[in-house]
Nanobody, 123 residues
Framework: QVQLAESGGGLVQAGGSLTLSCSDS????????MGWFRQAPGTEREFVAA????????DYAESVKGRFAISRNNTVKTMWLQMKNLKPEDTAVYYC????????????????WGQGTQVTVSS
């Protein structure tokens, strides 16, 4: 059973930083690849970052490369998204997602989702 829960969202000024967390209350955290997605009002859910089962592979959307960092610790069953130099266009609800098997970039490839956490960046 996979149960994901995000935390760490909030309101921040442009140029500021936030770290999102995604914890899993299940027992198989280390067996699935994970990702972060975001969705702004009136838009489709978009890929932000992904990480492999072991954490050895990571990739990012072009819009966040160099500013965001994804990481995970399978022992504590938690994934993080460190966000720096935030911009107003980063404002969205951020979701963590998990899938059994290899990493993926499409939201439709992920089987499990958290409830989302709001990130608002003011200009």
């Amino acid at each position: 059973q996979v149960q994901l829960a995000e935390s760490g969202g909030g309101l921040v000024q442009a140029g500021g930083s936030l770290t999102l967390s995604c914890s899993d209350s299940g027992r198989t955290f280390s067996t699935y690849a994970m990702g972060w997605f975001r969705q702004a009002p009136g838009t489709e859910r978009e890929f932000v970052a992904a990480i492999s089962l072991s954490g050895g592979w990571k990739d990012y959307a072009e819009s966040v490369k160099g500013r965001f960092a994804i990481s995970r610790n399978n022992t504590v069953k938690t994934m993080w998204l460190q966000m720096k130099n935030l911009k107003p266009e980063d404002t969205a609800v951020y979701y963590c997602a998990a899938r059994y098997g290899s990493r993926a970039y499409s939201a439709g490839d992920y089987e499990y989702w958290g409830q989302g956490t709001q990130v608002t960046v003011s200009s």
